[in-house]
C-alpha cells in the first residue's frame, strides 16, 4: 500500500482538533485522550507531535492569537489603531472564551503571542507613552479585552427590568433604560471601556 499523499497528524492538525475541543466542550473537555478520539488515533500517536499538555498548550495558544488581526496597530492615528486591534482581539476570544481560561494565567511563549505583545508596545511606544506607561497600557487592555469576552454583562439579568423594580428599583430602572437604547448593553459597555482607557492613555502621551 503506498504511503498516503499527507501526513494524518501534524502540529499544527493536533492544535486545530484541540481548539475544537475546546469551543465544543469547554476547558475540562480538553485531554490527550479526547483529543485523540477526534482525531481518530491512539493517544500515544499525538506524543510523536507534542511532547505533552503544556507543549499542546503552546500550540493553541498560537492557532488562536494568529487570528488577532495586528494591522491596526500601524494606524498613523493611534487611537484609532489601538481601538481597532482591541475590537478585533476581543472579536477573537469571543469566538473561542473556552480559551481564556486555558491561555490567560500561563507563560507567554508561543511567537504569534510574543509578536502581538510587540507590535501592541511598538504602537503604544509611537503614540508618546514611555516604556512603563506602554507595559501598563497592556495589561489594561487586555484585563478590558479578556474581562468583556469573557463575561457577559446582561445575561446575568434573566428576568424582565420591571421584575427587579421592587426590592432593586436602581437597577431595575438601569435595565429598562439601557433596553430602550436599543443594541447591545455588553458592546456598548465595552465601547465606553475602551474609550475611556484610550482617553487615559492619551493625557499620559
Not at 24 to 29: K, M, R, S, V
Not at 74 to 94: L, S
Not at 110 to 129: H, I, M, S, V
Not at 191 to 200: M, N, P, T, Y
Amino acid at each position: 500500500m503506498g504511503r498516503p499523499s499527507r501526513a494524518l497528524l501534524s502540529r499544527e492538525i493536533i492544535a486545530r482538533a484541540a481548539l475544537t475541543v475546546v469551543d465544543e466542550t469547554g476547558p475540562d473537555g480538553l485531554t490527550m485522550r479526547a483529543l485523540a478520539e477526534r482525531l481518530g488515533v491512539k493517544a500515544a500517536s499525538l506524543y510523536n507531535h507534542v511532547a505533552g499538555k503544556d507543549e499542546l498548550l503552546d500550540s493553541l495558544a498560537e492557532l488562536v492569537n494568529a487570528e488577532i488581526d495586528l494591522a491596526p496597530l500601524a494606524d498613523p492615528q493611534w487611537r484609532d489603531g489601538i481601538a481597532g486591534y482591541a475590537r478585533g482581539y476581543r472579536a477573537v476570544f469571543r469566538r473561542h472564551p473556552n480559551t481564556i481560561a486555558l491561555l490567560a494565567r500561563r507563560r507567554v511563549e508561543a511567537d504569534r503571542q510574543l509578536l502581538g505583545y510587540e507590535a501592541l508596545l511598538a504602537a503604544l511606544g509611537r503614540a508618546g507613552l514611555g516604556p512603563a506607561d506602554a507595559a501598563e497600557a497592556a495589561a489594561a487592555l487586555d484585563y478590558l479585552v479578556l474581562g468583556s469576552a469573557l463575561e457577559t454583562f446582561t445575561a446575568g439579568f434573566a428576568r424582565p427590568a420591571e421584575e427587579y423594580r421592587p426590592e432593586y428599583p436602581a437597577l431595575a430602572e438601569a435595565l429598562s433604560e439601557s433596553a430602550a437604547r436599543g443594541g447591545g448593553l455588553d458592546e456598548r459597555g465595552f465601547e465606553l471601556a475602551l474609550g475611556l482607557l484610550l482617553d487615559g492613555l492619551a493625557a499620559r502621551v
